[in-house]
């Protein structure tokens, strides 16, 4: 079972930046694609970003077109966290951030391939 908290959420005016983090508890942490995913009022969670196992030839990402060039995500598995840098932050970002964790050797955007979740953190970007 793996555990996953996120931090680093709040609110920012648009054009600023959030790094959020997700600190898991898994000492395999390394061996599990990592995703971000995030939710606003009224609508489906939606993929944001997904970071390949370590355990594979090449480290991949995956960025949704409407945040690719403004996000970054990366991970330190020494520190079991995962990390998303957001810049340029626009209005629309605004909803809650979760974390997520796949047993799979590749990266996939649907939700359903994610056993693992954390509670979410709150971003606001305010006009």
């Known amino acids: 079972q793996v555990q996953l908290v996120e931090s680093g959420g709040g609110l920012v005016q648009a054009g600023g930046s959030l790094r959020l983090s997700c600190a898991a508890s898994e000492r395999a942490f390394s061996s599990y694609t990592m995703g971000w995913f995030r939710q606003a009022p009224g609508k489906e969670r939606e993929f944001v970003s997904a970071?390949?196992?370590?355990?594979?030839?090449?480290?991949?990402?995956d960025y949704a077109d409407s945040v690719k060039g403004r996000f970054t995500i990366t991970r330190d598995n020494g520190k079991r966290t995962l990390y998303l840098q957001m810049n340029s932050l626009k209005p629309e970002d605004t909803a809650v951030y979760y974390c997520?964790?796949?047993?799979?050797?590749?990266?996939?955007?649907?939700?359903?391939?994610?056993?693992?979740w954390g509670q979410g953190t709150q971003v606001t970007v305010s006009s």
């Open positions: 970071i390949s196992r370590s355990d594979t030839p090449f480290v991949l990402t």
């Open positions: 997520a964790a796949s047993g799979l050797p590749v990266i996939k955007r649907g939700t359903v391939n994610y056993p693992y």
